[in-house]
């Protein structure tokens, strides 16, 4: 006698979600390789001169799937500035212990007051450390700095773009703003306004990154690192 194999098939709904799945993972699997690549190009042809067939090259995928998944070049740069951001945003999770299901960003300014505020907290090896993340990060990732460049000098012609500028300026201001607050408080810093405090330290990263993409020469790393250190410690602390 011959045996009658039955396979239950999935309901019709379970089954389309299934599928909306797979193809939502693979979307992001190509938007990764489209971004890394992206990175890449922009780096080295600067952004005026890429176009979107040079990035689909670069990942090794088919002729024209990166205008499937973007529209234009402005909307891969948003991209490559979105997955650096998270990197950055990733490291300073870790090191604040910021829970990762925290996303409002009153609670995560809460939670940053709470940690500087702490006497546990070294505010001083904390700006060292900072310093030796961004040194270090512009060493090992030379392009990645100049993508920031190139983002930078997109800002006043694109909306997306101006946007999210806006958006990580007023996050690092407010973030550094409370660091100095908190400091003043602990007596550990000067007493300054804490926001052109936060203004006047941005603007002296942003000169350093700048400065060091383009005009860097044979200056030793560790030697720039204790300059950047010197300046901003002698700057906030008393």
Request: hydrophobic share 40%; glycine share 4%.
């Amino acid at each position: 006698s011959s045996k009658s194999f039955h396979y239950d098939l999935p309901p019709r709904d379970e089954w389309r979600g299934r599928k909306m799945a797979r193809k939502t993972e693979i979307s992001s699997i190509r938007k990764e390789e489209l971004t890394q690549a992206a990175l890449k190009c922009m780096a080295l042809k600067g952004y005026d001169r890429v176009t979107l067939d040079d990035v689909t090259k670069e990942a090794g995928l088919s002729k024209g799937i990166a205008s499937y998944y973007f529209k234009n070049r402005e909307e891969l740069l948003v991209s490559v500035i979105y997955k650096m951001w998270d990197n950055v945003e990733g490291f300073t999770r870790e090191i604040w212990e910021i829970p990762e299901h925290t996303d409002d960003p009153e609670e995560v300014y809460s939670l940053l007051r709470q940690y500087y505020s702490n006497p546990k907290t070294d505010l001083i090896a904390m700006i060292k450390d900072g310093i030796r993340f961004l040194v270090s990060m512009f060493d090992d990732n030379p392009h990645v700095l100049r993508v920031i460049l190139e983002f930078w000098c997109q800002v006043s012609r694109n909306e997306m773009i101006t946007e999210l500028n806006m958006s990580m300026h007023d996050f690092l201001m407010r973030t550094i703003a409370i660091i100095i607050e908190e400091g003043t408080k602990r007596g550990i810093f000067k007493k300054r306004d804490p926001e052109l405090a936060a203004y006047a330290l941005i603007s002296a990263v942003v000169g350093f990154a700048f400065n060091h993409v383009i005009n860097r020469g044979n200056l030793e790393s560790k030697k720039l690192e204790k300059e950047l250190s010197d300046l901003i410690l002698g700057y906030v602390c008393k």
